[in-house]
């Protein structure tokens, strides 16, 4: 049997970990550079190698409700964003939290605007710091797939949403 080896950019390492964790409801809103997850994510739903309900959200911040909403109804839930997508969910990130939601999101890093930023820092997940969600940053694309995967069980045994942070244009 011979092994199949692929190169990964981290998105599509993102992608391929939440087709192993197979969560119920994923709900998904493009931004730069976060946008090849969740058209990956797409992809793999349409291939049928995921069964998942995608929302396509109207904004970040109805994509977090989303999320929200179905992990309060029982679902193992996704989502990912970066920059101002994060800064949007402010509001919803300390509702999860306080409702002690096993929330999974990946967070591309990637500068928030002053005046528009494109390059990858930290700024925008360390202004989340605050807001009750554990976060893991990853250096690599195999920490990304590892990472979401052990997510899902430290989100679900401590009952915490978890952001996992990699970053952004690799």
Request: proline share 5%.
């Amino acid at each position: 049997m011979r092994e199949e080896r692929r190169l990964l950019t981290g998105n599509e390492a993102v992608a391929e970990a939440v087709c192993l964790v197979r969560p119920d409801v994923i709900a998904m809103y493009p931004i730069t550079p976060q946008t090849p997850i969740v058209t990956r994510i797409a992809d793999l739903v349409g291939e049928g190698r995921l069964a998942s309900e995608v929302i396509t959200a109207e904004s970040e911040h109805s994509a977090m409700a989303a999320c929200i909403a179905a992990s309060l109804a029982g679902a193992r839930v996704f989502t990912a964003t970066s920059s101002q997508g994060l800064a949007f969910m402010h509001e919803m990130l300390h509702y999860a939290s306080g409702s002690r939601l096993p929330v999974v999101m990946v967070n591309v890093n990637r500068a928030l605007a002053a005046p528009w930023g494109f390059g990858p820092d930290l700024t925008d997940s360390l202004s989340q710091r605050d807001t009750g969600w554990i976060q893991i940053y990853c250096e690599t694309g195999q920490e990304v797939i590892d990472t979401v995967i052990q997510a899902y069980r430290l989100a679900e045994t401590v009952l915490l949403p978890v952001m996992v942070v990699m970053e952004g244009f690799y």
